[in-house]
């Protein structure tokens, strides 16, 4: 969530302790900004926006949110949040909070935190490759080989079925479906180079 769209909320906030806070533990020289708005008082229960990943689904007691953070002015969570916002594009939690991630040092991807995230969608004729993707994912370590079909809707307003691929099956998968792919090719280049050389054997299938 921008700094903008926060600062639209939080001009909204009607009750004495909604508004900005700051995290009480400091991490990696950095605090954690949140923007929080009482959506039950008589449970006491706050909806928590942060600048990572918006407005979270969980609902927090105002006892919870007391005990790990601090209400400051919209001037002082202002820095804190266009930081995180900021590095969230492309850096993950780990990595932010903790100056590494395991995931990221072992050349793998981790999108925990991240506000923008890649899919990976498999669209066309999937039933007719359905055995090799499930091959594909079965055979990538750490992966569910269980397969997640999604109805997805572009900007453009283009709709797209199609499953979703794991990040570390892509590449896998692509070259496994470009060799298929040639072999359909070259098979159906030899058949139509025999239909050229026995033009009469054509002829009396047709016949017949």
């Given amino acids: 969530m921008s700094w903008e769209e926060a600062t639209k909320i939080w001009a909204e906030q009607m009750g004495p302790d909604d508004g900005f806070y700051l995290s009480m533990q400091i991490r990696n020289n950095k605090k954690t900004a949140i923007l929080v708005k009482e959506v039950n008082t008589k449970k006491r229960l706050f909806m928590m926006y942060r ?50 991630c395991k995931k990221v040092s072992l050349g793998m991807v981790c999108e925990i935190g991240l506000r923008c995230r890649t899919y990976h969608v498999l669209c066309g004729s999937v039933l007719s490759v359905w055995t090799k993707v499930e091959g594909v994912l079965a055979s990538v370590s750490g992966t569910n080989v ?57 002829s009396h299938v047709s016949n017949t």
């Fill in 146 to 202: 269980k397969m997640q079909i999604v109805r997805l809707k572009t900007e453009d307003g283009q709709r797209i079925v199609g499953l979703i691929i794991p990040q570390n099956c892509v590449s896998p998968l692509v070259n496994i479906l470009s060799t298929s792919d040639q072999s359909q090719q070259l098979a159906l280049q030899q058949q139509q180079m025999w239909q050229q050389l026995h033009p009469q054997s054509m």
């Fill in 51 to 100: 600048p990572n990943t918006g407005k979270q689904l969980k609902l927090e007691n105002y006892i919870d949110v007391k005990k790990k953070y601090k209400k400051v002015s919209s001037g002082e969570a202002e820095l804190h949040w266009l930081e995180q916002y900021k590095s969230s594009a492309d850096t993950c939690t780990h990595a932010y909070w903790r100056g590494n």
